[in-house]
C-alpha cells in the first residue's frame, strides 16, 4: 500500500541515534536517503532497507523503514531473495566498499548481468571503518593501514568501471556531503527498473586520512558538463576510467542509464507463457522428492 500523505525526512528517521563517529561521511547517505524518501513518497511499509556488516551497514536502525542487517557480504543475495519473493517491496541495498567489493564482490557481476531490480548505495570510504583500518579493495594503490603498513602493493578496484562492463543498467556516483545530488540520484535509482547502482564517496575520516573531504572537494566535477548522452556506455566507461579517484577530476551525477527488462519480468513472462501461478502446489513439488 502507497502513502498517500508525504512524510517529511525526519518521519523516516526512528528513535535510535546513529552511532557513527563525528564528522563520519556516513551522515550525508543517512540525511540524503530520507530526503529521497520524503521526495517519492516512499512507504515505510513497502520498503526494505538490507545492510552485510561494517559501520556503514549499521543505517537500516536508524530508519524506520523495514529493515535487515545480515551477514558481511551477504546483503545483495539477501536482497535478491525478498525482491523475488515479493516483487511490489522497493529493496535497496546499503553498506561498505569491503561488504560489496570484497568479500561481496563476487554478487555484484551477477545482480547486474540479471538487472535484478533492487537499489545498491555503496558508502565508499576506501577503507575497512568498523574493524579499525584495514585496506579494502578501493584503497589506492601504496596507502598505509594496518594490514598493509608497507603501504599497499594492490591496484585499486573501479566500482563505476565495474558496474557498466557488469551490465547494471543505472549507474552513478555522489559524495556524501553533496546532499542534494545524492537525493536525487536515490530517488531516481529507487523508480529504475532494474539493477541501480551508486558509489557515494563517503570519507572515513577517523582511520582514512588520505581520501578526506578536503581531498576530494577541490576534485569534484558534475558529470554533466562532459557527459549528457546517458545512454553512451563506452563514454561513460571512458569516463570512469580516465576521471578516477586519484586523477585530477572525479565525476559525480548519473553515468549511465540503460532500459532492459528487470529479472522480476522476465520471470514473470516466463511463467505466463508456461501458465504458471504465484501458488505453487507445494505438495506436488514435495512429492518429486520423495522416494
Ligand atoms: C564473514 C565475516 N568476515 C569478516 C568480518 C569482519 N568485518 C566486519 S565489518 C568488516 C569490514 C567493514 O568495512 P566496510 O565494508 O568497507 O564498511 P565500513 O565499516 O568501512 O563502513 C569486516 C572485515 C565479519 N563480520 N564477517
Ligand atoms: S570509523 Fe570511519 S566509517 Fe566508521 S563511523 Fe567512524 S568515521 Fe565512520
Request: net charge positive.
Amino acid at each position: 500500500m502507497e502513502v498517500t500523505q508525504q512524510l517529511k525526512p525526519k518521519d523516516y528517521r526512528s528513535d535510535i541515534p546513529p552511532v557513527w563517529c563525528a564528522g563520519c561521511g556516513d551522515y550525508g547517505v543517512l540525511a540524503s536517503l530520507t530526503t529521497a524518501f520524503s521526495a517519492n513518497h516512499a512507504s515505510t511499509a513497502n520498503t526494505v532497507l538490507v545492510s552485510g556488516i561494517g559501520c556503514s551497514s549499521r543505517l537500516p536502525y536508524f530508519v524506520t523503514t523495514f529493515g535487515m542487517h545480515t551477514c558481511h557480504g551477504r546483503a545483495v543475495p539477501i536482497a535478491t531473495g525478498i525482491k523475488l519473493a515479493r516483487p511490489e517491496l522497493k529493496v535497496i541495498v546499503v553498506g561498505g566498499d569491503g561488504d560489496n567489493f570484497s568479500i561481496g564482490g563476487g554478487h555484484l557481476p551477477h545482480v547486474a548481468r540479471k538487472n535484478i531490480d533492487i537499489t545498491l548505495i555503496v558508502m565508499d570510504n576506501s577503507i575497512y571503518g568498523l574493524t579499525k583500518n584495514q585496506v579494502s579493495p578501493t584503497s589506492r594503490a601504496g596507502m598505509v593501514t594496518s594490514t598493509t603498513p608497507y603501504g599497499s602493493p594492490d591496484v585499486p578496484l573501479n566500482p563505476i568501471a565495474y558496474a557498466l562492463v557488469y551490465g547494471a543498467t543505472f549507474v552513478a556516483q555522489s559524495f556524501s556531503s553533496n546532499a542534494r545530488l545524492t537525493a536525487d540520484l536515490i530517488g531516481q535509482a529507487m523508480n529504475h527498473k532494474g539493477f541501480a547502482f551508486i558509489n557515494v564517496i563517503s570519507p572515513c575520516p577517523t582511520f582514512n586520512k588520505v581520501d578526506t573531504f578536503e581531498y576530494y572537494k577541490p576534485l569534484l566535477r558534475n558529470i554533466d558538463e562532459v557527459h549528457t548522452d546517458k545512454g553512451d556506455k563506452i563514454k561513460a566507461l571512458s569516463l570512469a576510467m580516465t576521471m578516477g579517484r586519484e586523477s585530477a577530476t572525479v565525476p559525480i551525477g548519473l553515468f549511465y542509464q540503460e532500459n532492459r527488462p528487470s529479472y522480476v519480468e522476465l520471470l514473470s513472462g516466463i511463467k505466463t507463457r508456461n501458465k504458471g501461478t504465484n501458488k505453487p502446489d507445494l505438495e506436488k513439488i514435495i512429492d518429486v522428492f520423495k522416494l
